[in-house]
Antibody, heavy 122, light 115 residues
Framework: EVQLLESGGDLVQPGGSLRLSCAAS????????MTWVRQAPGKGLEWVSSISGSGGSTYYAASMKGRFAISRDNSKNTVYLQMNSLRAEDTALYYCAKGGLGCSSITCFECWGQGTLVTVSS | QAVLTQPSSLSASLGASASLTCTLR?????????IYWFQQRPGSPPQFLLR?????????GSGVPSRFSGSKDASANAGILLISGLQSEDEADYYCMTWDSSAWVFGGGTKLTVL
């Protein structure tokens, strides 16, 4: 069974940093891109970033480029999201999802974690 | 103008059909895009329903009933999620998504109410 478990969410002050983790199991992790999507309280879904299976290709939403960095450790079956210079508007539930690149040939976004909550407030 | 636009709400009767639209921004042709559809119930992560580009390029999510189907309206430049035989558990938020200019883009979501 495919499982994704996010962690690392916390209350952080504006300007602070946080690293989120998403531990995967139940599939060959290195063969799949991974994606982070966020959802502010009461709002819609917003794509954050995607990373290829090898980690060699990364993509970011324009509003997060330069502040956020996605990475992965295939030996640990884990994808990370390093978030710097956090703002109040970054407050959201952050989900990781399986897939996000190369979706012509594989099923993307069929598996999501439960999310981890990031609150940016003083 | 947003890349994908969805009506904020839609109501339909139990047992009836509901057609949820996802309109692409003027100047980009829906025919060339693969449109993803997700359902999200309160307190739960999004669930992948299906993706649709054409009748020969489509995929249903695992375990998703066939009463959920995708199509396109070229004249409206829109992707469509059709839900037939509405059930009470279909009441949820629905999001469309596509890949554009090296980024995934979501629509704002439609809240479906089943009367």
């Amino acid at each position: 069974e495919v499982q994704l478990l996010e962690s690392g969410g916390d209350l952080v002050q504006p300007g602070g940093s946080l690293r989120l983790s998403c531990a995967a199991s139940g599939f060959t992790f290195s063969s799949y891109a991974m994606t982070w999507v966020r959802q502010a309280p009461g709002k819609g879904l917003e794509w954050v970033s995607s990373i290829s299976g090898s980690g060699g290709s990364t993509y970011y939403a324009a509003s997060m480029k330069g502040r956020f960095a996605i990475s992965r450790d295939n030996s640990k079956n884990t994808v990370y999201l390093q978030m710097n210079s956090l703002r109040a508007e970054d407050t959201a539930l952050y989900y990781c999802a399986k897939g996000g690149l190369g979706c012509s040939s594989i099923t993307c976004f069929e598996c999501w974690g439960q999310g981890t909550l990031v609150t940016v407030s003083s | 103008q947003a890349v994908l636009t969805q009506p904020s709400s839609l109501s339909a009767s139990l047992g009836a059909s509901a057609s949820l639209t996802c309109t692409l921004r003027s100047g980009i042709n829906v025919g060339t895009y693969r449109i993803y559809w997700f359902q999200q119930r309160p307190g739960s992560p999004p669930q992948f329903l299906l993706r649709y580009k054409s009748d020969s390029d489509k995929q249903q999510g695992s375990g998703v009933p066939s009463r959920f189907s995708g199509s396109k309206d070229a004249s409206a430049n829109a992707g469509i999620l059709l839900i037939s035989g509405l059930q009470s558990e279909d009441e949820a938020d629905y999001y469309c998504m596509t890949w554009d200019s090296s980024a995934w883009v979501f629509g704002g979501g439609t809240k479906l109410t089943v009367l």
